[in-house]
T-cell receptor, first 116, second 110 residues
């Protein structure tokens, strides 16, 4: 079946501009996650959505970052007034249920964001 | 908070040899420990996982061991092949997400 998809695959923007990154999770998965991976680094948790519950935003690095999930499916991560330090690969993952109970997170291919 | 230390950061082995990657975690409440493989330009892919009620799990050439008392778990790859070359990440569960180690770049030399 179809996996997690993300668009665009690459995004180059100028400092100060806003960007939107999209994630389409696996159909039927209730949980959706966003992570950030800086060059040569591990994955940094950003935000988590589970069903209709309020999202866990504890990983968002600043108020320039926000995300929404419409209809319990597609999610958009928005970065306002981008800075050069925002350059990274942004990864989306989804899982059938809760990771804390051992449900596997399946990752998309990521969006590589470059802020000039 | 949760912290996962992963060693080594880079590892080179000859084809056919074994590779071992070790991780130490801090949150004793964590009960699920996956390992992911990430190839260049791709997202991480789950290769094996282990839950806290078992000490070892094996899947063909890959095995994972877990020592909950010492709070460490390890990935073992036997009979390595060039296609095993990638970056490997360990992880532990947090409240709502995974906390990842910093990764190990494995190079298998033909």
């Amino acid at each position: 079946g179809a996996g997690v998809s993300q668009s665009p695959s690459n995004k180059v923007t100028e400092k100060g501009k806003d960007v939107e990154l999209r994630c389409d999770p696996i159909s039927g998965h209730t949980a959706l996650y966003w992570y950030r991976q800086s060059l040569g680094q591990g994955l940094e948790f950003l935000i988590y959505f589970q069903g209709n519950s309020a999202p866990d935003k504890s990983g968002l690095p600043s108020d320039r970052f926000s995300a929404e999930r419409t209809g319990g499916s597609v999610s958009t991560l928005t970065i306002q007034r981008t800075q050069q330090e925002d350059s990274a690969v942004y990864l989306c993952a989804s899982s059938l249920g809760w990771t804390r109970y051992g449900d596997t997170q399946y990752f998309g291919p990521g969006t590589r964001l470059t802020v000039l | 908070g949760e912290n996962v230390e992963q060693h080594p950061s880079t590892l080179s082995v000859q084809e056919g040899d074994s590779a071992v990657i070790k991780c130490t975690y801090s949150d004793s409440a964590s009960n699920y420990f996956p390992w992911y493989k990430q190839e260049l330009g791709k997202g991480p892919q789950l290769i094996i996982d282990i839950r806290s009620n078992v000490g070892e799990k094996k899947d063909q050439r890959i095995a994972v061991t877990l020592n909950k008392t010492a709070k460490h778990f390890s990935l073992h790859i036997t009979e390595t092949q060039p296609e095993d070359s990638a970056v490997y990440f360990c992880a532990q569960t947090g409240a709502n997400n995974l906390f990842f180690g910093t990764g190990t770049r494995l190079t298998v030399i033909p």
